[in-house]
């Protein structure tokens, strides 16, 4: 193999990870030495300043980043996190996790991801406003309807997406509804988008019930009751499912009972948070994780399940809401143990798809009924997760490796046959 070049400026714990993966499936896969040296770098990083005046008239500055891992299959995709860890280390990361799922479920872009690092809870709405313009215009050199589509994720919301596309838009002195997805539906937002990558969770999991057991009556902890975690609750609690645990950042509640979720849902809107939901037991974010269930989704941040607490998961499915949930070393003590992962490449791509749905819907200005977009998204997910299985079958591997060898392998060949400098 050939020497690696040096990537230290992107050092984190995420981005050790995600290489670690990338050098484990391009040995598996043969990869060609230079292609896999290429990927092992974005293809551009990003720094930048945000200044804003805060509510109290000072100047405070972050810390943003957008990065662009690579553009050899299309422009690049990927999500705005506000967090009080982002950093270039763990953009990048996630950034290159954005290359492997687009291609994975393929579709015609490359991976980016973008941070501000701020704690936006502590945030008002008009200091969250200023941020967001000023962060839009700084790195506006480097996104574009057909260069670089920021979307949702942690921290951000369509309310996020309506500042960017406006201030994006003030400076082409007309609207671009394709500068970015995940906006509301007012202003070019897509039927679906908000549900989709809870729905993609669920849509996974049917695949895998056919494979393991039936959804009806399995126990669910879901941590993180954000836009991901609280969709794909609320999904499963229709389909039969019992939901025992749920969480967020203040910390968690438990019923082995069920927890209704419709209701639940009206707590968190009058409070703001899933603590003190009248008949649970208050439990803290690290102990709901070693609860009893079957199926554990893991909807927040990252690296939640790690070597000291893998083996006292009860779960016999964990399925990635967030991305990089699981650290490596945990992943192989789950595996020890029989526990099916659902990779987050795979288990939570239903974002990016129907971001697909809408960038597109956007460039034609056409936009199509729910109805399609389930249906589209449900094709893909199933399409994806079972090429994904029956690769885990045939190389006796787990699903997130077989999942990474795929989006890894079609990624690999866009630079076999264009070169290597997108
Ligand atoms: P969100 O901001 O809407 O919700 C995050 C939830 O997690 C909130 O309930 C928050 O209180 C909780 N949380 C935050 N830190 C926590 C902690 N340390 N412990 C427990 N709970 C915590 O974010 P989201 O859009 O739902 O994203 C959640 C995860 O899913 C992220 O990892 C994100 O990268 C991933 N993801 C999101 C999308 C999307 O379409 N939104 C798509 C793919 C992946």
Redesign the pocket.
């Known amino acids: 193999m050939a020497e690696m070049t040096d990537t230290s400026e992107f050092d984190s714990h995420l981005f050790r990870t995600a290489l670690v993966q990338l050098d484990r499936v391009a040995a598996r896969l043969n990869l060609d030495p230079n292609i896999h040296e290429r990927l092992r770098h974005p293809r551009r990083a990003l720094v930048v300043s945000v200044p804003v005046r805060m509510d109290s008239k000072d100047i405070k500055v972050f810390r943003g980043y957008r990065v662009q891992h690579s553009t050899v299959l299309g422009p690049t995709k990927g999500?705005l996190?506000y967090d009080a860890d982002v950093n270039l280390g763990e953009v990048t990361a996630?950034a290159m996790l954005m290359s492997w799922k687009c291609a994975l479920v393929g579709l015609p872009y490359g991976g980016a991801k973008g941070g501000v690092r701020c704690n936006p809870r502590a945030m008002s709405v008009t200091e969250r406003e200023h941020l967001t313009r000023r962060y839009t215009a700084e790195i506006m050199l480097v996104i574009g309807p057909d260069h670089d589509i920021p979307?949702?994720?942690?921290?951000?919301?369509e309310q996020t997406m309506a500042w960017m596309m406006d201030t994006y838009s003030m400076t082409q002195g007309k609207t671009v509804p394709g500068i970015v997805t995940?906006k509301p539906l007012i202003v070019g937002g897509s039927a679906g988008r908000r549900e989709?990558?809870g729905r993609g969770i669920v849509y996974a999991l049917y695949q895998a019930a056919r494979h393991l057991q039936p959804l009806r009556g399995q126990r669910v902890i879901v941590?993180?009751?954000?836009?991901?975690?609280s969709v794909a609750a609320r999904l499963l609690w229709r389909e039969g499912c019992v939901i025992v645990g749920v969480?967020?950042?203040?910390g968690g509640i438990l019923n082995p009972h069920g927890i209704d979720i419709r209701q639940l849902e009206a707590h968190v809107a009058e409070t703001g948070s899933v603590v003190g939901f009248p008949g649970t037991e208050p439990v803290s974010?690290a102990e709901l994780l070693e609860q009893p269930c079957d199926i554990l989704l893991p909807?927040?941040?990252?690296s939640?399940i790690h070597a000291d607490n893998a083996d006292r998961i009860k779960a016999t499915i964990v399925v990635e809401?967030?991305?990089g949930?699981t650290t490596p070393e945990a992943d192989v003590i789950l595996r020890d143990r029989g526990v099916t992962v659902i990779p987050?490449i795979l288990a939570?791509a239903g974002?990016?798809i129907v971001s697909y749905f809408e960038w597109v819907q956007g460039l034609q200005y056409y936009f199509w009924r729910e109805s399609e977009i389930t249906t589209r998204l449900q094709e893909i997910m199933t399409r994806a997760f079972n090429r994904v299985w029956a690769l885990a079958a045939k190389e006796g591997t787990d699903l997130r490796t077989a999942a990474l060898m795929e989006g890894v392998r079609r990624v690999a060949e866009g630079y076999r046959v264009r070169g290597f400098y997108p």
């Open positions: 999500g996190r996630l979307a949702p994720d942690l921290g951000t919301d995940g989709a990558t941590q993180g009751f954000g836009n991901v975690g969480s967020d950042v203040k974010n909807a927040a941040t990252g939640q809401g967030a991305n949930p987050d939570n974002g990016v």
